[in-house]
């Protein structure tokens, strides 16, 4: 039988601290085994963090050694949960304000 080969694990970590950096990510994490990467996911407008991002442990046994060292733990004043990242899901595109007979954007003298 062949041995599966070790592959890199993404880790989802939420309720996150605004002030939360990925150098502070990365070397929380690093007390579990080798951080591949550590990203915080901010506002593509604002550029402020959106409380939450992911981190890539080089095991599988590593990411659950993270798991169990950091869930509902405390980082820069806040809880965090901390479990293994599902694939994105797609979600129907967000629309902005469209043009109708409704009111969005219409004429405002209508009456109705």
Known sequence: MCKEKTMAKKLF????S?????N????????????????IIVDKISGRSKGFGFVEMSS?????????MFNGKELDGRNI???????MES?????GFRRDDRGFGG???RSW
């Open 13 to 16: 970590v939420g309720g996150m």
């Open 18 to 22: 605004y002030e939360t950096t990925e």
């Open 24 to 39: 502070t990510l990365k070397e929380t994490f690093s007390k579990a085994g080798t951080v591949e990467s550590a990203t």
């Open 60 to 68: 599988e046994e590593e990411a659950q050694k993270a798991i169990e």
């Open 81 to 87: 949960t901390v479990n293994e990242a599902r694939p």
């Open 91 to 95: 979600r129907p595109r967000q629309g």
């Open 107 to 109: 004429d405002r003298r």
